[in-house]
T-cell receptor
Framework: DTEVTQTPKHLVMGMTNKKSLKCEQHMGHRAMYWYKQKAKKPPELMFV???????INESVPSRFSPECPNSSLLNLHLHALQPEDSALYLC????????????FGPGTRLTVL | AQKITQTQPGMFVQEKEAVTLDCTYD???????LFWYKQPSSGEMIFLIY??????QNATEGRYSLNFQKARKSANLVISASQLGDSAMYFCAMREGKTGRRALTFGSGTRLQVQP
């Protein structure tokens, strides 16, 4: 199984809502990532989890809260988002200790009204 | 300073012809990896090819090859025999080694359109 899955595919939420994005992989990868991609821009790193511990937080606002419940699952909890947070949110995973490719999920297209 | 530079915002190529997408990078690390990803309009990032900084031969994967010129810090992607399905956004990315940072830094991308 060489797949990263993300749910939901699309999400529309108001600025007062609380929602969560989910990412799952069953490749035994020990590093997982959240990227944010605005339209016509490259992906930008948000968070890195390594062996289920948060290792990098790229100064992301606290309205984004990541969680890694186990080695296969990565969540991104959203609360009090702003319209400028509307973007494609990509999850990726990679093996923990080698310079190998990251496998990306299909992304969640988030719209904040 | 930009770590990954893609100077071609858009490229056109005729079907069945070859095309080169440019990428230059900037790093002081000795150990690093260079990647190319394809992103169709659906949004998924599809891994195409990888080149390690210590690899002496240029990487190849089917119709994709990477023209790696270390002294010039360039890692151009060559797509041979273009197909209509190759129309997409292409991103060059780098993973640096010294900090143990596993995340990728992406260039701004090149939109490739293959014409029949």
């Amino acid at each position: 199984d060489t797949e990263v899955t993300q749910t939901p595919k699309h999400l529309v939420m108001g600025m007062t809502n609380k929602k969560s994005l989910k990412c799952e992989q069953h490749m035994g990868h020990r590093a997982m990532y959240w990227y944010k991609q605005k339209a016509k821009k490259p992906p930008e790193l948000m968070f890195v989890y390594s062996y289920e511990k948060l290792s990098i937080n790229e100064s992301v606002p606290s309205r984004f809260s990541p969680e890694c419940p186990n080695s296969s699952l990565l969540n991104l909890h959203l609360h009090a988002l702003q319209p400028e947070d509307s973007a494609l949110y990509l999850c990726a995973s990679s093996q923990g200790s080698a310079v190998l490719e990251q496998f990306f999920g299909p992304g969640t297209r988030l719209t904040v009204l | 300073a930009q770590k990954i530079t893609q100077t071609q915002p858009g490229m056109f190529v005729q079907e069945k012809e070859a095309v080169t997408l440019d990428c230059t990078y900037d790093t002081s690390d000795q150990s690093y990896g260079l990647f190319w990803y394809k992103q169709p309009s659906s949004g998924e990032m599809i891994f195409l090819i990888y080149q390690g900084s210590y690899d002496e031969q240029n990487a190849t994967e089917g119709r994709y090859s990477l023209n790696f010129q270390k002294a010039r810090k360039s890692a151009n992607l060559v797509i041979s025999a273009s197909q209509l399905g190759d129309s997409a956004m292409y991103f060059c990315a780098m993973r640096e080694g010294k900090t143990g940072r596993r995340a990728l830094t992406f260039g701004s991308g090149t939109r490739l359109q293959v014409q029949p």
